[in-house]
């Protein structure tokens, strides 16, 4: 069983950042695929970025590429995202999630476990 819990949302200036964190519960946080996803009012969730267990494979969707960071520290059982240059378009709630095998990092249904999310809203 693992817990999430999503920290650093808040309202922000189109341009501006943020940086998210997700402290997971439990010893085994290192063997998780850790991914993050957002959801904006009447749209469908979206992934945003995926981090293997190791750190070494990240992924991006091609909306925030060159924008936005996914890492992981293992040792405090933490993943975070980098968000830098914000748009409007960017609010949405933002969600963790962990997954102990996953083939397609970016589908929903690859993760066992979520967050409660955060609210991010970029103003213009």
């Known amino acids: 069983q693992v817990q999430l819990v999503e920290s650093g949302g808040g309202l922000v200036q189109a341009g501006g950042s943020l940086r998210l964190s997700c402290a997971a519960s439990g010893r085994t946080f290192g063997n998780y695929d850790m991914g993050w996803f957002r959801q904006a009012p009447g749209k469908e969730r979206e992934f945003v970025a995926g981090i293997g267990w190791s750190g070494s494979i990240t992924r991006h969707a091609d909306s925030v590429k060159g924008r936005f960071t996914i890492s992981r520290d293992n040792r405090k059982n933490t993943v975070y995202l980098q968000m830098n240059s914000l748009k409007p378009e960017d609010t949405a709630v933002y969600y963790c999630?962990?997954?102990?095998?996953?083939?397609?990092?970016?589908?929903?249904?690859?993760?066992?476990?979520w967050g409660q999310g955060t609210q991010v809203t970029v103003s213009s």
């Open positions: 999630a962990a997954a102990r095998t996953v083939r397609d990092r970016t589908a929903t249904n690859e993760y066992d476990y």
